[in-house]
């Protein structure tokens, strides 16, 4: 038998080969397999993933959107609770405010092409201002507040200082809101606790001046601010800031140009683009925004004019009338001297009244306590004394046990034409008068409401007058007191309330 010939093996181990082979082509192609299907996994969950990361970029995007829109909204309109912003277009947002007590949660849902959404929201403080009604002091002149007058408040509320005509000069501590037609000028310790909507401009010429909550000006010429401003600052004419450092807490919007000097922006900036802008070694944290033109941000305050007041017996329905007459050397009960003159018996004698009373002493010269006698009177009631002219020198008024009297002193305006009608003498001198706590007293006249300065005057209730002349040591504490007739808005503004967006307290993911 003839044997075929085998250079590397025999057949039988070819046969060997070729299986071995086969079977490591068949472990290839499964192992080669199971990667292509782990790689097509890999791919999908990649792509998903990628999908899934998009849709939440962009709901987040929308969502921060609608919050940057709102916030900015809510500065740029005063209008913080109940607010509403929302975008049907990318982004797509639906941005919500709520207020509570004196914080504000602004909520924003934001919605990516997909429909994923995702709502975040943000907290800020917040305060509401009232600053028009009811003016705790009202003068119809420029006027000037130095350190010497020390304002008060009541129950924590801000004192109302409204000046319709005239310029208003700060160099004290004031717990208000102020409301001026004209310019607002700080000369050195001037700590305005409150907002400043002025109907001119603002000359702020101290690095330690400071006004805390919103500063509106209407004015277009150039403000000048070398201090603090806590809240937004709206202006229609060029910002002028100083070298001192300070800060403006809110936004800036403004009709003019701005010069930073060192002044640090914790909000943001709006204003003209074709205006200058010297940024300097100033900062803004917020954004810069330069619109083609930005038109009157700073609304001009509105007054109503002056109220005339001249008396009626109709107005006081009730009320015992005390009429005094103008007997020449004369001290007798029902004469002016009964008042004028030492001991001043008709001072003391108002304590005994317990029916609402009228004390007309218009036929006198004037009403004084200027007679060396120093008057306490425990008041039980209601009292209004008329006159033409009043001297209140070391004057006090208490209230009796149990008793919460009001107290007015009026000098009248017989002129009826909605402006302060001032004839000589006819002055409200408060000069060493006290009106102590549990009484409210009104002091209404067209002429001065003159503190002499005595060093110890104290004034619960409000003032109404053509001007004001400051002196020493008057401690006031405004309590809500008006005249009959008086509207309620006889010293509202354009705007009644101020509502001041503070500080970020806290921002997050709603689940």
């Given at each position: ?109 934001g919605r990516g092409a997909s429909g994923r959404e995702i709502t975040l ?104 601010i070398q201090g603090t401003v806590g809240g937004d600052i709206l202006a ?52 810069i925004n330069t619109p083609e033109t930005v038109s009157a941000p700073a ?213």
């Amino acid at each position: 038998m003839i044997t075929p010939f085998r250079r590397d093996g025999s057949a039988d181990q070819r046969r060997n080969d070729d299986g071995a082979v086969l079977v490591v082509a068949l472990v290839v192609m499964l192992v080669l397999g199971i990667a292509g299907l782990t790689a097509a996994a890999i791919v999908t969950n990649t792509t998903n993933s990628l999908v899934g990361g998009r849709d939440s970029a962009q709901a987040r995007a929308a969502a921060d959107a609608g919050l940057a829109q709102i916030v900015a909204q809510a500065r740029r309109s005063s209008a913080v609770c109940g607010a509403t912003a929302r975008s049907t277009v990318a982004p797509v947002y639906v941005a919500t405010s709520t207020c509570d007590g004196a914080r504000v949660t602004f909520a924003s849902t934001g919605r990516g092409a997909s429909g994923r959404e995702i709502t975040l929201a943000a907290v800020y403080e917040y305060s509401t201002q009232n600053i028009g009604g009811d003016g705790d002091m009202v003068f119809f002149g420029k006027t000037t507040f130095t350190d010497e007058v020390l304002a008060h408040t009541l129950d924590d509320e801000l004192l109302s200082i409204v000046i319709p005509t005239g310029d208003f000069t700060c160099q004290s501590v004031i717990p208000a809101n102020i409301v001026l037609s004209g310019n607002f000028l700080t000369k050195g310790g001037c700590d305005v606790q409150g907002s400043v909507v002025a109907g001119g401009r603002i000359d702020m010429s101290n690095g330690t001046d400071t006004v805390r909550g919103t500063l509106s000006l209407a004015g277009t010429g150039t403000n000048n601010i070398q201090g603090t401003v806590g809240g937004d600052i709206l202006a229609g004419g060029t910002l002028d800031f100083g070298w001192n450092a300070k800060t403006v807490g809110g936004d800036v919007t403004t009709a003019g140009a701005v010069m930073l000097g060192s002044q640090r922006l914790l909000g943001s900036l709006t204003m003209p683009a074709g205006a200058q802008f010297a940024r300097e070694s100033g900062s803004v944290a917020g954004t810069i925004n330069t619109p083609e033109t930005v038109s009157a941000p700073a609304a001009a305050p509105t007054f109503a004019p002056w109220f005339d007041y001249r008396y009626r017996a109709s107005d006081w329905t009730g009320y015992d009338v005390i009429t005094l007459a103008d007997v020449r050397g004369s001290s007798a009960e029902g004469t002016c001297g009964y008042f004028n003159a030492s001991p001043g018996t008709g001072w003391t004698s108002l304590a005994t009244r317990t029916t609402p009373t009228i004390l007309d002493a218009r036929a006198c010269a004037e009403l004084s306590s200027n007679n060396g006698s120093h008057p306490d009177v425990a008041l039980k009631t209601d009292l209004v004394l008329l006159a033409n002219d009043f001297d209140l020198t070391r004057l006090t008024f208490r209230p009796a046990s149990g008793a919460a009297p009001d107290l007015w002193f009026v000098v009248e305006d017989t002129v009826n034409d909605g402006v302060p009608s001032c004839v000589r003498g006819r002055d409200i001198l408060i000069n060493g008068t006290v009106i102590e706590a549990g009484i409210a007293a009104m002091a209404y006249t067209p002429c001065i409401i003159d503190v002499a300065g005595m060093g110890n005057d104290l004034w619960h209730g409000a003032f109404y007058g053509g001007t004001f002349d400051y002196g020493g040591g008057l401690s006031f504490y405004g309590k809500s007191i008006d005249l009959p007739g008086m509207p309620e808005s006889d010293t509202s503004v354009g705007v009644e309330t101020l509502e001041a967006l503070g500080l970020l307290v806290s921002q997050r993911d709603v689940p």
